[in-house]
């Protein structure tokens, strides 16, 4: 995949990479989990934190995004907005795990937390209601599709200032581009501070308030193409929108400012996971390529929804090819082993697709092998999550996951 | 409206969203495959440009130039800046055309903040492309498009009808017009979603269909269920199945085929119980939804490409019954 990528690398990198979450989730103050859509970023996070909090102690949130309905249930979150619950002690006994610390968990509400921000930020409340009440301001929030990515980071921050927790631990949303969230805050800092908004907005500013309808925009190139697109009015609209958000600048770009700096504090940490998959894994790698350019710190890739080792050994593919060859013979072999087994001829055909069966899984499982071991200098916690083969419906679910992540 | 839509092949825009992962992409690429191997000349869009659309053809990247990238398959890669720049040329005959380049992309950063810009942009090239095709100045018998996932789709599709809402006069809301139009007529356009039988993919497609039906006019099409393991046993088989992995049995087969048989033993079983927990999700699809569904198998192959997407086109080329 990569140009140092050569399988032996890979291997001997994956050989000596740690295979436990534990020290990490004891050292950081923030994991962040990333990756690309489907590949199971909430049940790892929320098995994570549980983790934590049982075997560590200490109080540990998990800030969720957008958990299957089952998960937030299990959570206990299930119709609860932007508020952070404690998971109940007596639903996590009932898992089989002795609570050592206190679990939380939340949703994230982009909506509720873009409102909230606009509160605090605003110069004024008649500025904060103009804007609250902007018709463009509800397709901003939930529309501008950077919006999500932004406003997770800044939950984040802002729970993490309030120093609640020993360890909090956020999913992240899905994106296009797994890269936005972390460019994000730096995005919406050069937004409020760009040279275009002020220019876009200058003859709205320059002409007072009601005034700024008669400041000739047709001199400018840029109003010209624009007007003649968009008409002048919903420009117009546009442009009064962002004059009132300018004043909230200073707020907004500070505190992007320190959202960015938390995010690459040595008390962050990022962990990346895929499936072995090649579409997912050629997200993952790039995602892990792009967080080292950054100076962002990698602390683990979670390898999700594998297959288990068996699939992939060899005597079980010699007696699998063997079965499907010699069904006839070893099927008359069990005849008098009971009453299920007393038609060969029915037995026959099951080890036949018992064999077949197996042949198929064991492909995907040597592929699987095969992208793990071109995975480049990976981080140096590598781990390994076989695919459960029940939903996750309740707790016992997430610690399931849990005894793969804690080592 | 009285007459019944046409077959989905036979109409001229198919989009196929979904949620991550479930193989959207590979699934728009075996439609568009299909599509030419029965004589069609077929564009296919890629909208989010993760770039690996044109991998499922064997082929490098392409640009917003569409670009033969399998006999009678055509592929393009969407870009908002190259629209704008394509939309202004068209349009508005921006005299000095080096002047654009600064300007389109000062408008490309508003885009990135003013709602449903970017999204129009998108969705309007893709309609150009087919009203093109249908007044006889562009080639395709069929636009394909790779479309943005179950999350972004809505406020894609609607950009047309938002755009209507925020802009009082001027071309944009003329032009949106004839996009609605067309993006609405089931002669033409067909909404088809993608999903694996798995619970969060089911979920994002149920609630897809629901608000797709609430808040757009664009036809649906079809569910193409990615990804659907094989039933292995029978009642009778499974009887025989469990009779098998008793001691004795074991022992016996050991003797006979090797070391190997409790890893194929367990292997058979994992096999059943991944069938089974995504049986369950499958029936709530098929039940709460009054779509078409195409049923794509899971596939046992080493590789990916286009072998995979032949695969997967003659899958859905059986279940359309071509």
């Known amino acids: 995949m990569t140009p140092t990528g050569t399988g032996d690398a890979g291997r001997a990198g994956a050989g000596t990479a740690a295979s436990s979450l534990e020290p990490l989730l004891a050292a950081k103050e923030i994991v962040v989990f990333c990756g690309s859509g489907g ?13 934590a909090a049982s075997r560590l102690g200490g109080k540990v949130l998990v800030l969720t995004i957008d958990p299957a309905k089952r998960l937030a249930s299990a959570l206990g979150l299930e119709g609860i907005g932007n508020t952070e619950r404690r998971v109940p002690d007596d639903l996590i006994r009932a898992a089989g795990i002795e609570p050592r610390g206190e679990l939380y968990a939340a949703m994230l509400d982009t909506k509720s937390s873009w409102d909230e921000l606009i509160l605090r930020h605003a110069p004024d409340e008649v500025t904060a209601y103009r804007i609250l009440e902007n018709r463009l301001y509800t397709n901003l929030t939930s529309r501008f599709v950077q919006s999500h990515d932004y406003i997770a980071m800044e939950r984040l921050f802002e729970i993490h200032a309030t120093g609640t927790y020993d360890l909090i631990i ?58 003649r697109i968009l008409g002048s009015q919903f420009l117009q609209d546009i442009a009064e929108f962002f004059l009132n958000f300018q004043s909230m600048y200073d707020g907004f770009v500070q505190r992007a400012e320190s959202v960015e700096r938390l995010l690459h504090d040595r008390r962050t940490t990022f962990a990346v996971v895929t499936t072995l998959e090649a579409a997912p894994l050629r997200e993952a790698e790039i995602f892990c390529q792009e967080l080292r350019a950054r100076d962002f710190h990698l602390g683990a890739l979670v390898l999700n929804k594998t297959l288990p080792d068996y699939l992939r050994g060899r005597d079980g593919a010699r007696a699998a090819s063997r079965l499907v060859s010699d069904s006839a013979t070893v099927a008359e072999s069990l005849t008098d082993l009971g009453e299920a087994l007393a038609d060969p001829a029915h037995t026959a055909r099951v080890l036949r697709t018992v064999g077949q069966s197996f042949e198929n899984f064991s492909v995907v499982a040597k592929r699987e092998a095969e992208l793990r071991s071109e995975l480049a200098h990976g981080p140096e916690v590598l781990i390994d999550v076989p695919g459960l083969e029940a939903d996750i419906h309740d707790l016992g679910g997430l610690v399931a996951i849990g005894d793969h992540l804690f080592r | 409206m009285t007459s019944p839509a046409p077959a989905l092949l036979d109409r001229r825009l198919l989009f196929f969203t979904g949620k991550g992962g479930v193989g959207k992409s590979t699934v728009a690429a075996a439609f568009a495959l299909l599509a030419a191997q029965h004589g069609k000349r077929v564009l296919v869009i890629e909208v989010d440009a993760k770039g690996n659309l ?20 055509f592929a393009m890669s969407m870009n908002t800046q190259d629209s704008l720049q394509e939309y202004l040329k068209l349009n508005l005959k921006v005299p000095v055309l080096g002047r654009i380049g600064p300007v389109a ?13 970017k999204e129009i942009l998108t969705v ?20 394909v498009v790779d479309a943005a996932a179950t999350g972004h789709i ?31 007529d089931p002669a033409i356009t067909a909404l088809n979603v993608v999903a694996t039988p798995e619970e969060m993919p089911v979920n994002e497609t149920i609630e897809l269909v629901e608000t797709v039906r609430e808040e757009l006019s664009v036809p649906m ?7 659907v393991l094989p039933e292995l046993f029978t009642h009778a088989d499974e009887e025989i199945f469990d009779a098998l992995r008793e001691p004795e ?62 695969m997967v086109a003659e899958a859905i080329g059986e279940e359309l019954g071509l």
Request: charged share 20%; net charge positive.
């Open chain 1, 39 to 51: 590949v199971g970023k909430t049940s790892i996070a929320a098995a994570s934190a549980l983790g």
């Open chain 1, 170 to 227: 956020i999913d992240t949303p899905p994106t296009r581009n797994a890269l936005d969230f972390l460019e994000a805050p730096a995005r919406m800092a050069e937004f409020f501070g760009g040279r275009l908004l002020r220019w876009l907005t200058l003859p709205y500013r320059m002409g007072g308030k009601r005034g700024a309808r008669v400041i000739n925009l047709a001199s400018r190139p840029f109003y010209q193409v624009a007007d």
């Open chain 2, 54 to 73: 044109t991998d499922l053809f064997e082929h490098g990247p392409v640009g917003f130039t569409p670009a033969e990238v399998h006999p009678g398959v």
């Open chain 2, 105 to 117: 992309r000062a408008l490309d950063f508003v885009a990135n903040a003013a709602p449903g810009v």
């Open chain 2, 124 to 143: 309007g090239k893709i309609v150009w492309e087919v009203r093109e095709a249908l007044e006889g100045r562009a080639d395709w018998d069929l636009v």
């Open chain 2, 154 to 184: 809505v406020a894609q599709l609607g950009a047309p009808d938002a755009i209507r809402e925020l802009v009082a006069v001027g071309p944009v809301r003329q032009q949106t017009e004839w996009m609605s139009e067309l993006l609405a």
């Open chain 2, 221 to 227: 099409g079809a569910v193409v269920v990615n990804r």
């Open chain 2, 249 to 310: 049995p074991v022992a016996r087969m050991t003797a006979s085929v090797g070391p190997g048989v409790p890893a194929v033993l367990d292997g058979a079983r994992l096999a059943v119980s991944l069938r089974r927990t995504r049986a369950v999700h499958l029936t709530r699809l098929r039940t709460t939804l009054d779509l078409p569904m195409l049923y794509v198998p899971y596939l046992f192959v080493r590789s990916h490409g286009l072998r995979v997407t032949r």
